[in-house]
């Protein structure tokens, strides 16, 4: 079966600080994967997507992400936090195939401290 | 700068009452999806079109919901009656369609309550 998989439902962090989020998938090949944040309120911003080709992608605002094979994860990061990346953030998998389905992970909540 | 838009921002209604929830994606955008999203459950995606054409509704309740696009500018999600249980934040999301995965852009949601 299809999951995603976030182990940290809520993490704080202090401003200026390095953040890791992590993302685990269960899928049968590897699928297209993407991470996307939800400030107060709002709907869902694209952070970042990988498909294929180098497996560090760089995405808006300063996040970047790692795709593992080996490992399953796609884990988000972000060098030095600031107060305005306080949000939920989920990570999202699809299949490589004509089908436009995401499947989203629970979410991670990131509280900045000043 | 291009957005989708959703009506109404908030609802509250009783239990039994028909609501429809209103969507306009992007111009040009021929891929519209509906999520619901609440604490227990997260996101789920219920429905989404294709060229105004239903791809897939198998996340959606059929007994009470329904998801239509009348034109390209407009998609509609409907329940009737609805139930406490459908308390949630129901997002509408378009996507160009031009490929697989592009990026699907979401509205700001509308909030139902159902008492």
């Known amino acids: 079966a299809q999951s995603v998989t976030q182990p940290d439902i809520h993490i704080t962090v202090s401003e200026g600080a390095s953040l890791e989020l992590r993302c685990n998938y269960s899928y049968g090949a590897t699928p297209y994967l993407f991470w996307y944040v939800q400030s107060p309120g709002q709907g869902l911003q694209l952070l970042l997507k990988?498909?294929?080709?180098?497996?560090l992608v760089q995405g808006i605002k300063g996040f970047e992400a790692e795709f593992k094979r080996s490992q399953s994860s796609f884990n988000l990061r972000k060098p030095s936090v600031h107060w305005s990346d306080a949000a939920e953030y989920f990570c999202?998998?699809?299949?490589?195939?004509?089908?436009?389905?995401?499947?989203f992970g629970a979410g991670t909540t990131v509280t900045v401290r000043a | 700068d291009a957005r989708v838009t959703q009506t109404p921002r908030h609802k509250v209604t009783e239990m039994g009452q028909e609501v429809t929830m209103r969507c306009q994606p992007i111009l040009g955008h021929n891929t519209v999806f509906w999520y619901r999203q609440t604490m227990m459950q997260g996101l789920e995606l219920l429905a989404y079109f294709r060229n105004r054409a239903p791809l897939d509704d198998s996340g959606m309740p059929k007994d009470r919901f329904s998801a239509e696009m009348p034109d390209a500018t407009l998609a509609t999600l409907k329940i009737q009656p609805s139930e406490p249980r459908d308390s949630a934040v129901y997002f509408c999301?378009?996507?160009?369609?031009?490929?697989?995965?592009?990026?699907?852009?979401f509205g700001p949601g509308t909030r139902l309550t159902v008492l």
């Open positions: 999202a998998v699809g299949p490589r195939s004509n089908d436009y389905k995401l499947s």
């Open positions: 990988y498909f294929s080709g180098d497996t």
């Open positions: 999301a378009s996507d160009p369609g031009r490929s697989f995965y592009n990026e699907q852009f």
